[in-house]
Each structure stands twice: as structure tokens, then as C-alpha cells.
């Protein structure tokens, strides 16, 4: 199994910034299509970012609203998340995940590798 690893999260304040990384086992292929979920309690995983293998990026519309940026880099195998701007409602546990799909997916069962999640804690 693929295995992922997300680091860089924790508390900030709103209006402040912070960036995930996902860190991807030495074999995981340099083509599979990447992504970023984001939960919180009660409620189901949210889509906020996703990435190919050539760096096509598709974005949610609606809970990222043009403040986060994902980008990849094949050749250390890690994709990263910016997250600009952050509002309290920003606050999670975030999820890397990763497939085999050549394209960029939205839903979570698309995907068949998942890192453990990280929190990421926005304060008012």
C-alpha cells in the first residue's frame, strides 16, 4: 500500500497561513493523481484541492474560495497545500490522499491511498 504523511499543520491564528506537506513512500508513482480532503466532526470529507501528475489543478469552489494553492514536486514525491488567509471555519483534520486515476477526482472513494490526517486549527 501507498503510504502518505502529512506534516506542517497545527494552530494559527485567523488571517495567518500554513502549509501542508504529504510526504509519499519511495515507490509511489510519480503519475498518480494526488489530493487534499479536509473533515470535521459529524460531517463528511470534504474535497479542497487535487492535483495531477503533469500539475493539472482542480480547486472546490466553494471552501477554498481562491485562498489555497497545491502544487507537487515528482521527484521528492511530496505534494503541498498553502493555505492563505485562513478563517476559523478552515479548522480540520486534512487528508492526503492518493490514486492511481489519471484524472482529478472529488470524492473521497475515488481514492484508494489516505495519509492519517493532520489538525489544522484556525483561532478567532
Known amino acids: 500500500q501507498v503510504q502518505l504523511v502529512e506534516s506542517g499543520g497545527g494552530l494559527v491564528q485567523a488571517g495567518g497561513s500554513l502549509r501542508l506537506s504529504c510526504a509519499a513512500s519511495?515507490?509511489?508513482?510519480?503519475?498518480?493523481?494526488m489530493a487534499w480532503f479536509r473533515q470535521t466532526p459529524g460531517k463528511d470529507r470534504e474535497f479542497v484541492a487535487g492535483?495531477?501528475?503533469?500539475?493539472?489543478?482542480?480547486y472546490s469552489l466553494d471552501s477554498v474560495k481562491g485562498r489555497f494553492t497545491i502544487s507537487r514536486d515528482n521527484a521528492k514525491k511530496t505534494v503541498y497545500l498553502q493555505m492563505n488567509s485562513l478563517k476559523p471555519e478552515d479548522t480540520a483534520v486534512y487528508y492526503c490522499?492518493?490514486?492511481?486515476?489519471?484524472?482529478?477526482?472529488?470524492?473521497?472513494?475515488?481514492?484508494?491511498?489516505w495519509g492519517q490526517g493532520i489538525q489544522v486549527t484556525v483561532s478567532s
Open positions: 490522499a492518493a490514486d492511481a486515476g489519471a484524472l482529478v477526482a472529488t470524492t473521497p472513494d475515488r481514492y484508494a491511498f
Open positions: 492535483i495531477r501528475w503533469n500539475g493539472d489543478k482542480t
Open positions: 519511495r515507490y509511489t508513482s510519480s503519475r498518480y493523481t
